[in-house]
């Protein structure tokens, strides 16, 4: 399959028609970035690299990094990660408080902002330093050196982030948070503060579509059980409120950000990543969406 060929010409077929939505103002130094950036980056487990239109411009990584710190606590948890956050579709907001309560302060599932702020304070005591860890393992997985956080991108966030600070003080006030809330709130700023181009958010969700193994260092970052359930998670939850609709028009395990980018994988094959600042009422790229349901409708890829 020429994939070069797919991308470009449904990239070339967006670009034709109006760039709906609104970039994540909410977010001050979001609200900077050009809105009409559009990039695409595929990169399949034998080693095809394929990009079109603004692939290598950098953008700030957001809520794809919660399928990364899960990834951590996952490899030190394994199943007991779960008396935390749950695995099921919220059917709410990502930054919902409504179900807190009547769930005894567990999150739904760890997509949300409740639960990746629960995997943070997880990460806080599973790593001496967590942000390094984070780093790391970005560096290792993309097989780049350079990635690293937006201290100022982190700052902009966390004068924002009224609903952040308000979920983390009541999972705090429902006994699912240990470490002190700034603390929390802190860290889980900083790595949605993560600067990548598409090439290199490819490069690093690769290992999901091979089985927890990445090309580049031959690294096993997870076991294939491990790979299968975090995927399960990214096509049922990956997309906040709009999942099953992701589900039902793409077909593919994945997750946005705020930021603009989507990631999606297609086990055994591929994984590619699309960045359009402009979002939909539900928080996800409106272009990147168009671009991945033609995809998988032009190359009858997916996981169904």
């Not at 690299?49 to 950098?58: F, I, L, P």
């Not at 949605?192 to 690769?206: G, I, P």
Request: glycine share 8%; aromatic share 10%.
């Amino acid at each position: 399959m020429n994939y070069q060929s797919i991308i470009s010409e449904i990239h070339r077929q967006i670009l034709q028609h109006d760039n709906e939505g609104e970039v994540a103002s909410y977010i001050p130094e979001l609200d900077q970035v050009d809105s009409e950036q559009f990039g695409v980056s595929l990169l399949t487990i034998d080693g095809e690299s394929c990009q079109v239109g603004d692939s290598q411009q950098a953008f700030s990584i957001q809520s794809i990094v919660k399928v990364l710190i899960l990834t951590m606590a996952y490899q030190k948890l394994g199943g007991q990660l779960w008396r935390r956050v749950g695995v099921e579709p919220s059917g709410t907001p990502f930054n919902s408080l409504g179900t807190l309560e009547y769930d005894g302060g567990i999150p739904r599932n760890p997509f949300s902002n409740a639960g990746a702020l629960v995997v943070s304070d997880v990460l806080l005591d599973l790593y001496e330093d967590p942000r390094q860890a984070l780093l790391d393992l970005m560096r290792a997985v993309s097989g780049d050196d350079t990635l690293c956080f937006n201290t100022s991108l982190a700052q902009s966030e966390k004068a924002a982030g009224f609903r952040n600070i308000a979920l983390v003080n009541y999972l705090k006030s429902l006994g699912n948070i240990n470490n002190a809330v700034d603390d929390v709130l802190d860290l889980y700023f900083d790595c949605c503060s993560v600067m990548v181009n598409c090439e290199q958010l490819a490069r690093m969700f690769l290992f999901f579509a091979n089985h927890g193994r990445s090309l580049d260092q031959n690294l096993q970052v997870l076991n294939t059980s491990q790979t299968k359930r975090i995927n399960a998670i990214m096509l049922t939850c990956g997309f906040y409120d709009e999942a099953g609709d992701f589900a039902y028009q793409v077909g593919l395990p994945g997750k946005s950000g705020v930021g603009g980018g989507i990631v999606a994988v297609l086990p055994n094959a591929f994984s590619l990543a699309v960045w359009s600042p402009r979002l939909n009422q539900k928080g996800n790229s409106f272009r990147g969406l168009r671009f991945l349901e033609k995809f998988t409708t032009i190359t009858g890829q997916s996981i169904f």
